[in-house]
Antibody
Framework: QVQLQESGPGLMKPSETLSLACTVSGGSISPYFWSWIRQPPGKGLEFIGYIFYSGSTNYNPSLQSRVTISIDTAKNQVSLKLSSVTAADTAVYFC??????????WGQGTLVTVSS | EIVMTQSPTTLSVSPGERATLSCRASQSVNSNLAWYQQKPGQAPRLLIHGASTRATGIPARFSGSGSGTEFTLTISSLQSEDFAVYYCQQYNYWPSYTFGQGTKLEIK
């Protein structure tokens, strides 16, 4: 069974660039899409963007100017970069395998707090 | 953007009873709707896709119905482990996936 594990810094300062990695194990990174989704504390889910195993991407228009998602098939790893973070970017960030446009496997999530 | 509205915000039901959760889309999403369950401190878990198809390993007490703009998740006989927050998600207008705000199912 596929497993996903997010990793990255838990605390950041405003204006910095958030960098997270998602390592996929127990399954192939192809032929799936891989998504990032976030959840502010006590709130609902927001789709950030996805990447296909071939490298094509799509992003939420509300975040598009600040988001970059990349993939390293050799390392079975998907990465997220979010630039110019503010307190509004404080959230648990999940990576998820995307099959048929729904999210069928999720990582446990990693909390990122943006504070000066 | 397609807005997904879930009702009620909180639902109180006794164990063993039936729970019915609703999700409404601001435009038709055909049958391109998924349901997820999220427990505190955990990631969401896929329950239903295609509005009515149970995901692998999901018990038969979970069922989904609806199409177009109105959808329902029914849990036929609530078990203690079913008390959680439930989210719907449309994927008809991919890649602009959107989620509902969630329904908290609590023990009565």
């Amino acid at each position: 069974q596929v497993q996903l594990q997010e990793s990255g810094p838990g605390l950041m300062k405003p204006s910095e660039t958030l960098s997270l990695a998602c390592t996929v194990s127990g399954g192939s990174i192809s032929p799936y899409f891989w998504s990032w989704i976030r959840q502010p504390p006590g709130k609902g889910l927001e789709f950030i963007g996805y990447i296909f195993y071939s490298g094509s991407t799509n992003y939420n228009p509300s975040l598009q100017s600040r988001v970059t998602i990349s993939i390293d098939t050799a390392k079975n790893q998907v990465s997220l970069k979010l630039s110019s973070v503010t307190a509004a970017d404080t959230a648990v960030y999940f990576c998820a395998r995307t099959s048929g446009h729904y999210f069928d496997s999720w990582g446990q999530g990693t909390l990122v707090t943006v504070s000066s | 953007e397609i807005v997904m509205t879930q009702s009620p915000t909180t639902l109180s039901v006794s164990p063993g009873e039936r729970a019915t959760l609703s999700c409404r889309a601001s435009q038709s999403v055909n049958s391109n709707l998924a349901w997820y369950q999220q427990k505190p401190g955990q990631a969401p878990r896929l329950l239903i896709h295609g509005a009515s198809t149970r995901a692998t390993g999901i018990p038969a007490r979970f069922s989904g119905s609806g199409s177009g703009t109105e959808f329902t998740l029914t849990i036929s006989s609530l078990q203690s482990e079913d008390f959680a927050v439930y989210y719907c998600q449309q994927y008809n207008y991919w890649p602009s996936y959107t989620f509902g705000q969630g329904t908290k199912l609590e023990i009565k």
